[in-house]
Structure formats: structure tokens, C-alpha cells
């Protein structure tokens, strides 16, 4: 009994509202994270080099939109998930959340203004690739998929992975002593280490990123569910 009270004194009850709107995102941001990482997969293995990857989104433009914009919406739903995930275990350890959110909320700056418009820019020069009619037009579009290639050959394995699987790795350590279960606890802290262990540049791991992120996608959804029922009286 003791220890029940102690949790829920954790809690900050004056959130409600939070937790129910990061309740809700949580969920939609767990679908979000699989349909994009299914689409993802269809798209194919990523090439390296500009002008590689303005022949790879040759034939699949729309797949490639339709990919990244899910991505971003999925990231706004994040957002929200992060802020009542700070209020839902402050009281736990303040710091270490802090940190958690943080790494979390930098993800989703870095995602939405790096790495993301680095493959839009990849798609809209690949069509301006193929319908160039000199080689000094192409030359053109291919030092600029150069340098968007470039970028993301460090947003990837950084921003987009180590970054957000880190925040998580910490939220997870957290949640062993807030008001989630120990298996949803644990379910995260696997997720993060595979996710860290992902962001390493040998190919031979790159199977580990997917297994992570849907990792991360069933444990946002066990999340939602949690975060949504601590909304309620």
C-alpha cells in the first residue's frame, strides 16, 4: 500500500488533460511509426552518393513522398507523447527524464529540419534529374544530391537513431520505478539498446534498426494505453 501511494504522489494530477492528449498521441504515434517503417522497407535498401540516390527515387517518387510524410505527421504526435511522458515521471526522477524528453524532443527538431527535408530535396532534384536535358543541368542536380546525400549520412545513424533511441534508453530506466509495468519498462530499455547498437555505420546492423523501431512502436502504443488511462478518474 505503501508503495502505491508513493507512485501516485508521483503523479501529477493537474495534468489530466496531458496525459490524455499524449495518451491519444502516444497510440496514433505507434501506428504512425509502423505503417512508415513498413513503407520504409518497401522503398528498398538506401543507396550512398548523390547521383545514386537521384536514380533510386526515379521510380518511386509518390512511395518516397507518401514515406517521409508520414514520418512527419508521425513526429508531431511524438512531440506530445514526450511532453506528458515529463509529467507522468518527473516526479520519479526529474533529472534523468529531463534528459530522456530532451534527447526525444531533439529527434524531432532534428528529424523535421535535417533529415527529412534532406530526402525531399533528394526527391524533387531526382525529378529534376530525369527530365534535365544537358549534362550541365544534371551536373547541377547531382552536386546538390551530394550534398543532401551527405547530410544524411550523418542525420541518419545520429539524428535519427542513436539521438531518439538514447532519449529512450533513459525514459525506460525511469519507468522501473514510475507508474508503468516493469514489461513495458523493460520492453524499452531492449528497444533503446538495440536502437544505440543500430546507429553504428557497419551494414551488417542495419537489419537491427528495424527491429528496434517497431520495438519502439509496440512500446509507444503500450505507452498511449497507460498515459490515456491515467487521464481518467
Given at each position: 500500500?505503501?508503495?502505491?501511494?508513493?507512485?501516485?504522489?508521483?503523479?501529477?494530477?493537474?495534468?489530466?488533460?496531458?496525459?490524455?492528449?499524449?495518451g491519444i498521441s502516444g497510440l496514433v504515434y505507434g501506428i504512425l511509426l509502423i505503417i512508415g517503417t513498413?513503407?520504409?522497407?518497401?522503398?528498398?535498401?538506401?543507396?550512398?552518393?548523390?547521383?545514386?540516390?537521384?536514380?533510386?527515387?526515379?521510380?518511386?517518387?509518390?512511395?518516397?513522398?507518401?514515406?517521409?510524410?508520414?514520418?512527419?505527421?508521425?513526429?508531431?504526435?511524438?512531440?506530445?507523447?514526450?511532453?506528458?511522458?515529463?509529467?507522468?515521471?518527473?516526479?520519479?526522477?526529474?533529472?534523468?527524464?529531463?534528459?530522456?524528453?530532451?534527447?526525444?524532443?531533439?529527434?524531432?527538431?532534428?528529424?523535421?529540419?535535417?533529415?527529412?527535408?534532406?530526402?525531399?530535396?533528394?526527391?524533387?532534384?531526382s525529378g529534376n534529374y530525369a527530365a534535365a536535358t544537358s549534362d550541365?543541368?544534371?551536373?547541377?542536380?547531382?552536386?546538390?544530391?551530394?550534398?543532401?546525400?551527405?547530410?544524411?549520412?550523418?542525420?541518419?545513424?545520429?539524428?535519427?537513431?542513436?539521438?531518439?533511441?538514447?532519449?529512450?534508453?533513459?525514459?525506460?530506466?525511469?519507468?522501473?520505478?514510475?507508474?508503468?509495468?516493469?514489461?513495458?519498462?523493460?520492453?524499452?530499455?531492449?528497444?533503446?539498446?538495440?536502437?544505440?547498437?543500430?546507429?553504428?555505420?557497419?551494414?551488417?546492423?542495419?537489419?537491427?534498426?528495424?527491429?528496434?523501431?517497431?520495438?519502439?512502436?509496440?512500446?509507444?502504443?503500450?505507452?498511449?494505453?497507460?498515459?490515456?488511462?491515467?487521464?481518467?478518474?
Open positions: 500500500m505503501v508503495m502505491v501511494a508513493t507512485v501516485a504522489a508521483a503523479v501529477d494530477p493537474e495534468w489530466k488533460g496531458l496525459y490524455r492528449a499524449g513498413l513503407l520504409f522497407i518497401a522503398l528498398g535498401p538506401l543507396p550512398t552518393g548523390g547521383e545514386a540516390f537521384l536514380k533510386y527515387f526515379a521510380g518511386r517518387t509518390a512511395l518516397g513522398w507518401t514515406t517521409f510524410s508520414v514520418f512527419v505527421l508521425a513526429n508531431f504526435f511524438l512531440a506530445a507523447v514526450v511532453l506528458s511522458l515529463y509529467f507522468a515521471l518527473k516526479g520519479v526522477n526529474r533529472i534523468a527524464v529531463l534528459f530522456g524528453t530532451g534527447f526525444q524532443g531533439l529527434f524531432v527538431v532534428l528529424d523535421l529540419g535535417v533529415t527529412l527535408p534532406s530526402f525531399w530535396s533528394l526527391i524533387t532534384l550541365a543541368q544534371r551536373a547541377v542536380y547531382v552536386a546538390g544530391a551530394e550534398y543532401a546525400s551527405g547530410v544524411l549520412s550523418l542525420s541518419l545513424p545520429v539524428y535519427t537513431t542513436i539521438v531518439p533511441f538514447f532519449g529512450s534508453l533513459i525514459i525506460a530506466l525511469v519507468m522501473m520505478k514510475g507508474i508503468f509495468s516493469k514489461g513495458v519498462a523493460y520492453l524499452g530499455v531492449v528497444a533503446g539498446i538495440v536502437g544505440i547498437v543500430a546507429g553504428i555505420p557497419i551494414p551488417a546492423l542495419s537489419i537491427l534498426l528495424v527491429i528496434a523501431t517497431f520495438l519502439g512502436a509496440i512500446w509507444f502504443l503500450f505507452i498511449g494505453y497507460r498515459l490515456y488511462k491515467l487521464s481518467r478518474p
